[in-house]
């Protein structure tokens, strides 16, 4: 049963780069022909796609973001991981791994605030 | 504004039969299949329908999903208590190169 679990602080602070990891646990991040998302949501509000990579590292941004987003793969850790920079209050947000091209399993979540 | 449009609420009694619209474009579902994610308060979304109609392992079977033309509709036959939640589609948009979410549905059961 894979399984995956988002990483990173819980506060950034305003024009600095928001870093975060999913582990994948339970399953190879190398096996299948997988991509794997960022997913946002702020409270109350609903879903946002950040972006995704596919396991031979090409990526798609959502376009709103792509100035600002960055998604890399780690095969040997069994991770991915996104980088978004310049953030602003905005951001702030529950941030979600999935994956696969349905999106059929996801991290639990974590949630990143935005402020000094 | 989300890309795909879905009403901001929907209500029932148990056993009626819901259904959920949500509205895209040639470029996402009028294209590309639809997928519906459940999200229970506190929780991750999680998916219910993918490529349009098809439910994972576990799902019930009074959950069903269709499309027709540019829209796609999740359909719950029998609704229960437990299924109280929001509803999200969402579709691959081949013009912009990225997955689009429509704006959330909160089902209320009555």
């Known amino acids: 049963q894979v399984q995956l679990q988002e990483s990173g602080p819980g506060l950034v602070n305003p024009s600095q780069t928001l870093s975060l990891t999913c582990t994948i646990s339970?399953?190879?991040?190398?096996?299948?022909?997988?991509?794997w998302s960022w997913i946002r949501q702020p409270a109350g509000k609903g879903l946002e796609w950040i972006g995704r990579?596919?396991?031979?590292?090409?990526?798609n941004y959502n376009p709103s973001l792509k100035s600002r987003v960055t998604i890399s793969v780690d095969t040997s850790k069994n991770q991915f991981s996104l980088r978004l920079s310049s953030v602003t209050a905005a951001d702030t947000a529950v941030y979600y791994c999935?994956?696969?091209?349905?999106?059929?399993?996801w991290g639990q979540g974590t949630t990143v605030t935005v402020s000094s | 504004q989300s890309v795909l449009t879905q009403p901001p609420s929907a209500s029932g009694t148990p056993g009626q039969r819901v259904t959920i619209p949500c509205s895209g474009s040639?470029?996402?579902?009028?294209?590309?299949?639809a997928h519906w994610y459940q999200q229970l308060p506190g929780t991750a979304p999680k998916l219910l329908i993918y490529?349009?109609?098809q439910r994972p392992s576990g799902v019930p079977d009074r959950f069903s999903g269709s499309k027709s033309g540019a829209s796609a509709s999740l359909t719950i036959s029998g609704v229960r208590s437990e299924d109280g939640a929001d509803y999200y589609c969402?579709?691959?948009?081949?013009?912009?190169?990225?997955?689009?979410f429509g704006g959330g549905t909160k089902l209320t059961v009555l």
């Open positions: 999935a994956r696969g091209l349905s999106m059929d399993v």
């Open positions: 990579i596919y396991t031979s590292g090409s990526t």
């Open positions: 339970g399953g190879s991040i190398s096996n299948g022909n997988y991509h």
């Open positions: 040639s470029s996402n579902i009028g294209n590309n299949h």
């Open positions: 969402a579709a691959w948009d081949d013009s912009l190169s990225g997955w689009v």
């Open positions: 490529r349009t109609n």
